[in-house]
Nanobody
């Protein structure tokens, strides 16, 4: 299984970015897909998850991004997206795409597969 994230960059506070992640080597629709992030000097934290087709594609978000970020998926294209609006400097982090066949939790240790990360920098 490989996950390739892209779309990071430098943006001013209040701006928007859309992260993409393409998966290969897996039956994409059967996996729960999510995003975690890690800021410098901080622990990795949950951002959002969208469940597989059997679980109805339900979405969960960290409180810190609720109302600003939206996770979505395109099963035909093997992609998951993270639309990030109203970005704040505290959103600055490396964002990781994750996948797991069974878990859709808040805990990074529950996810079997990780992408390489894409850096998002929000300037004030």
């Amino acid at each position: 299984v490989q996950l390739q994230a892209s779309g990071g960059g430098l943006v001013q506070a209040g701006g928007s970015l859309r992260l993409s992640c393409v998966g290969s080597g897996l039956t994409f629709s059967t996996y729960n897909m999510g995003w975690f992030r890690q800021a410098p000097g901080k622990e990795r934290e949950f951002v959002a998850v969208i469940t597989n087709y059997r679980s109805g594609g339900s979405r969960s978000y960290a409180d810190s991004v609720k109302g600003r970020f939206t996770i979505s998926r395109d099963n035909a294209g093997n992609k998951v997206y993270l639309q990030m609006n109203s970005l704040k400097p505290e959103d600055t982090a490396v964002y990781y795409c994750v996948a797991d066949r069974w878990e859709s939790s808040l805990y990074h240790s529950d996810y079997d597969y990780w992408g390489q990360g894409t850096l998002v920098t929000v300037s004030s």
